[in-house]
């Protein structure tokens, strides 16, 4: 890993001809929304005509995206080809995708595997974990393990089997145990930075065009409560 002290503050984990890889601070949007903040695949794009002299038009494909509270891996494909590829890979779930929660209240099994139906709700952009099937509710499964015991909190390593929205927070939630910082998940109290205690920690893929296996790790934010891991 490369710390990169760009005008943009990217912190770069991988990167070469077909990709780059990043880790998303709190606060950093990866695509453009209706906020009009400035995303950061943007952010990437003007680091990479920065660093090659590029001239005209960058091309940058975004693969996947992360919450905006959320910190740690977000794949971008510099390539046409390497879109398409990556688009498959993350579409068949032929990724290993392993992420670092922190919660309040611990679990009452230190390792478990949740599955759940969740159900999208448009309006206030959030979803409910139901233990069965309503209508419009899709599968989701992911498996924990509680790693660690902090003075006041509890870290889980979450490895997601599938991907819907919002789905470590909501089902953390359903379990009685939401995110620190996660209010729209039932935690009591926001964090000063706006953001969750959850991060992309790990991401395990087959390159789109070597086909080499490629293994990230985001190093976790300079924070107290992280920083005790």
């Known amino acids: 890993m490369k710390e990169l002290s760009n005008k943009n503050n990217l912190q770069v984990l991988h990167e070469d001809n077909h990709i780059i890889v990043v880790n998303k601070r709190v606060g950093d949007i990866v695509q453009g929304d209706k906020t009009g903040d400035k995303p950061l695949s943007e ?32 794949v971008f494909a510099r390539t046409s080809k390497a879109l398409t590829r990556l688009n498959e890979l993350f579409k068949n779930r032929e990724t290993q995708k392993t992420y670092w ?43 924990y393990t509680v790693f660690k015991e902090l003075t006041n909190y509890f870290a889980l390593e979450i490895n997601l089997h599938t991907g819907r929205h919002h789905q470590i927070r909501a089902q953390l939630a359903a379990i009685g145990s939401p995110i620190k910082g996660d209010l729209k998940y039932g935690f ?31 190093p976790v934010p300079n924070e107290v409560i992280w920083n005790a891991l």
């Open 43 to 74: 952010v990437v794009k003007e680091y990479i005509k920065d660093k090659y002299n590029k001239p005209g038009e960058v091309y940058l494909g975004v693969v996947h995206r992360l919450d905006r509270p959320t910190t740690g891996i977000v």
């Open 188 to 218: 009591d109290r926001s964090n000063p930075d706006g953001g969750i205690h959850l991060h992309a920690r790990k991401l395990v893929f087959v390159h789109p065009v070597s086909k080499e296996e490629i293994k990230i790790i985001a």
């Open 101 to 143: 929660a922190i919660v309040k209240n611990k679990p009452s099994k230190s390792e478990d595997r949740l599955i759940h139906f969740i159900k999208r709700n448009e309006k206030n952009n959030t979803s409910k974990a139901h233990i069965k099937e309503v209508p419009d509710s899709k599968l989701a499964s992911l498996d």
